[in-house]
Structures are given as structure tokens and as C-alpha cells.
């Protein structure tokens, strides 16, 4: 390597190495004394576990404490909550003699949720020990310092809000979901209970709570009904009795010519009926008495032969009727004793008994500023400088094919030259050099802190402007001006 013919290059190509580390100074010396002062106010809050014991009473809320955090986070980060904020906490209200800030909503948003800081720590389980506990750190980064506590302490206050307003939403709806459920329950149990009254009713006769009665029923009118048969059979046979004992009395009669006198004497004078037709009107009158007592029995009979007949299945049916209703029953007394526990689970936390998050510190007006660090942004210009102007001088000896030393003629031509002469410049061409040069480093060393100044005065603030550029080139995670 010709060590010589390169530092001559450099010494020759300086002036472009040096305005492009003139233009990365000017620039990072211009952003660590324009940028403004950062302050990040931080609180800090702890989540407790419950203030009653599990088993003497339990809270109807189970979010965990991570999960319950995140979902706050992205509730008091939502678009219309950071508007609103903004708004009343005139975060965006432009200080004495500065510019207003004219930053569209989206951008306000995004701005915003960059600028707020909420990070968890503990809460995890390690090797089946207990969990640590939950911190949770709240800061903000603000332009100043009364306003980065402000801000802090409010979204401190949204937490603890949101927190509150979550756990007593979870809690009455619990507590309004059971208690619904057990009047749906208590009207079903009531409309159930209908069913098996009026099902026994219309069925009161054939239900199998009285079928051994029925059945001793039926075998005691089977018994009457022979009885009655018995009875019937006894008085048949009396009539008959009778009748052939009154047929050989009237043959007797008309054999000794006393017929006629007995039967004109049988009369009376008002035409009333005979001995005979009296006695034989007795035994028709208990016959008839008879049938009509052995049609009703049989009647009875077969009632309950229906009756006993229908009763498996009016039992399949009321045990249908009467399973649906233990178990629905079942149910009811769940629903109430959940009801229950739903009650004093609501109570807990509308007396804050439960989990709950409460301030360790408040968030106060830092003294000093958090960011930047003028020193990193001053050194990084200059670095930045530097590179640019080295890779300028690679990039333009890269493109320069030009024959410039013995070597590149030999190495070109084949030909080994006896002197060779550099190329000479008037006293003209080096003024004008000199000034295009001068004119180049003043240009960097003035347009440059001026147009920054300008821009962060009559337009939008260098670190707003800045955090935009990176947010729409894919990195938003990093803030300018960040310690």
C-alpha cells in the first residue's frame, strides 16, 4: 500500500471530508442546545392481594393482577381518553413567545402513548414460591417539570379509576347475572310446580301413590260383587220357592172345587193387590235393588281397572314431571347460594376489601431534566461527520479511474515513464478553491443551526418533528433526546 499517495488524496479531498464533519457537528451541537429539556416525573403503585381471606370470604373477580393491568393500560391509552387529557391538561399549549404546536390527532395520539411509560415488575411465580409483588412504574416526559408531574399523577388517577370502576363492573354484573338467573329459576320452578299440581288433579284417581288402596278396592268390590251374586241367588231361589209353593196351593184348590171362592175373595173392595202379588213384588223389588247394586259395583270395577291401568304410565309421566323439577330445584338452590357469594363479593369491592392498587409514591417535580444528554447528541453529530466524510472520500476514489501515479501508466500502458510532473494550479484557481471552500464551511457552519433554529421555532419542535420521522421509518420505539 502507497501509505504516501492515499495521505495525499486525503490532504487533497479534506475540504470535502471536512464540511460534511462541519455539517454532522453543526448539526448535533445545533440539536443538543436546541432540543428542549425532558422531565420524567415517575409514581410508583403496588397491587394488594384481597384484605379477607379466600375461605371466610371470596371476591367474585379472578383477573389476575398482570392481566387486570394490561387491560387497564390499553383502556386509559384509548384515542379519545388521550384527546380528552390533552385537552384539559393543555399539553400541547405552547409556552411563552413559542409557536402554537400544530400536531394533527393521530399524531397527538401517537405522540402521547410514546410518552407515557407504564412498566410491571414481580407478579410471577419462581420455583413454586410465593409471587413476588406487582409494581407498577408511571412516568411521563414532558417539557417541564410541573407539567411531567401533572401528567404522571393524572394517569396515576385514571388507573386507580379504572381499576375501581373494573372490579365493581365485574362485581355487579356477577351479582346482577345470578340474581336474574334466580328469578328466571323461581318463575320456572313456580310454572313446574303448576304442571305437577293441575297433571295431579286431572290424574287424582290414577296416581301411584293410592294404587295399593285402588287394589284393595277392587278386591273388596269383587267380594261385595259376589256377595251381591250370592244375595241375588238366594232371593231367585226364595221366588221360586215361593211361586211352586202357590202353584200347588191352587191346584189343591181347584181340585176341592174351592177355586173360585179364594181367588173373587182375594180382592178387597178398593181393587188393592193380593197376598200373592205383594210377596212376589217383594222378591222382584230385592232383585231389582240387587242388579242395580251390582251394576254400580261393576261400574266401580271398572273404573278402577282403568284407573290401575293407567297409573305406569301417569307415574313414568309425574316422575318425569317431578325429576325435572328436583333438578331445576337443583339449580334454583345454586343460583341462590352463588347469588349469595355474588353479594358479599360485590360488597368487598364497593368497600375496596379486594385486590386492589394502591400509591406507594406520588409522582413530584423532578429538579433536573431527564433528557437529553446534550453530550451524546454533540458526540454523535461529530460521528456521524466523521463517517459521512470517510465514506465520501471511499465513495469518490471509488468513482475516480483516472491515471494519477507511474504505477497506474505501467500498469495501463506497458510503458515505464522516465519523470512524471503533477499538475500545477494558477494563483487564480487556488483563490477560487479557497473561497468556494470557505464559502462551502461558512454556508454549514451558519445555514445549518440556523434552518434547525428556524424549524424549531416557527414550525414544529425539533424533537416532535424528529420522533415523527423515525415513527413513519419503522422506529418509533426510539425518542429523540432520550437519556
Request: cysteine-free; overall charge neutral; aromatic content about 4%.
Amino acid at each position: 500500500m502507497d501509505l504516501r499517495f492515499h495521505l495525499a488524496l486525503f490532504r487533497r479531498r479534506f475540504p470535502h471530508f471536512l464540511i460534511l464533519l462541519l455539517f454532522g457537528t453543526a448539526a448535533g451541537v445545533t440539536l443538543a442546545l436546541v432540543l428542549p429539556p425532558r422531565y420524567v416525573a415517575e409514581a410508583r403503585l403496588i397491587v394488594e392481594s384481597e384484605q379477607i381471606p379466600d375461605e371466610l370470604a371470596a371476591s367474585t373477580v379472578r383477573t389476575a393482577a398482570t392481566e387486570q393491568l394490561q387491560i387497564i393500560q390499553q383502556r386509559i391509552l384509548t384515542r379519545d381518553k388521550l384527546i380528552e387529557m390533552a385537552s384539559r391538561l393543555k399539553i400541547y399549549a405552547p409556552g411563552p413567545g413559542q409557536p402554537p404546536v400544530t400536531l394533527t390527532a393521530d399524531e397527538m395520539v401517537e405522540d402521547l402513548r410514546d410518552r407515557i411509560e407504564i412498566v410491571m415488575t414481580g407478579g410471577q411465580m419462581r420455583y413454586n414460591q410465593p409471587a413476588d409483588a406487582t409494581i407498577v412504574t408511571v412516568g411521563f416526559s414532558a417539557p417541564t417539570a410541573a407539567l411531567s408531574a401533572l401528567v404522571t399523577n393524572e394517569v396515576v388517577t385514571m388507573i386507580l379509576d379504572e381499576n375501581v370502576r373494573m372490579r365493581t363492573s365485574v362485581s355487579g354484573q356477577t351479582l346482577d347475572f345470578f340474581t336474574r338467573e334466580v328469578e328466571r329459576l323461581d318463575q320456572e320452578l313456580a310454572r313446574r310446580g303448576a304442571e305437577i299440581l293441575a297433571f295431579r288433579q286431572e290424574h287424582n284417581e290414577a296416581l301411584p301413590d293410592s294404587l295399593e288402596f285402588r287394589r284393595e278396592q277392587q278386591v273388596a268390590l269383587q267380594e261385595r260383587l259376589r256377595l251381591l251374586a250370592s244375595d241375588e241367588a238366594a232371593v231367585k231361589d226364595l221366588r221360586a220357592r215361593f211361586l211352586a209353593r202357590h202353584d200347588s196351593s191352587a191346584r189343591e184348590r181347584r181340585a176341592g172345587g174351592q177355586a173360585a171362592a179364594p181367588e173373587a175373595g182375594a180382592r178387597d173392595g178398593t181393587g188393592g193387590a193380593t197376598a200373592f202379588d205383594l210377596e212376589l213384588a217383594k222378591y222382584d223389588g230385592q232383585l231389582a235393588d240387587l242388579a242395580a247394586r251390582k251394576a254400580e259395583v261393576t261400574a266401580a270395577m271398572e273404573e278402577l281397572r282403568q284407573s290401575i291401568e293407567a297409573t305406569p304410565g301417569n307415574a313414568v309421566q309425574l316422575d318425569t314431571l317431578e325429576r325435572d323439577y328436583e333438578n331445576l330445584r337443583a339449580q334454583y338452590d345454586r343460583a341462590v347460594a352463588n347469588r349469595a357469594r355474588a353479594e358479599i363479593g360485590d360488597t368487598i369491592e364497593a368497600l375496596s376489601k379486594g385486590q386492589r392498587i394502591t400509591v406507594v409514591e406520588q409522582a413530584i417535580a423532578p429538579s433536573e431534566p431527564n433528557s437529553p444528554n446534550r453530550k451524546k447528541i454533540a458526540a454523535a453529530g461529530v460521528a456521524v461527520g466523521i463517517a459521512a466524510g470517510g465514506g465520501l472520500l471511499v465513495l469518490l476514489e471509488l468513482l475516480n479511474s483516472a491515471l494519477r501515479r507511474p504505477a497506474d501508466l505501467t500498469a495501463a500502458l506497458g510503458i515505464t515513464p522516465f519523470a512524471t510532473l503533477p499538475y500545477m494550479r494558477s494563483p487564480g484557481e487556488i483563490l477560487r478553491r479557497r473561497m468556494l471552500i470557505g464559502l462551502a464551511l461558512g454556508l454549514v457552519l451558519v445555514a445549518v443551526p440556523a434552518g434547525l433554529w428556524a424549524i424549531d421555532a416557527y414550525h414544529t419542535p425539533l424533537d416532535l418533528l424528529l420522533n415523527q420521522i423515525l415513527r413513519r421509518i419503522g422506529l418509533a420505539t426510539f425518542r429523540i433526546g432520550a437519556a
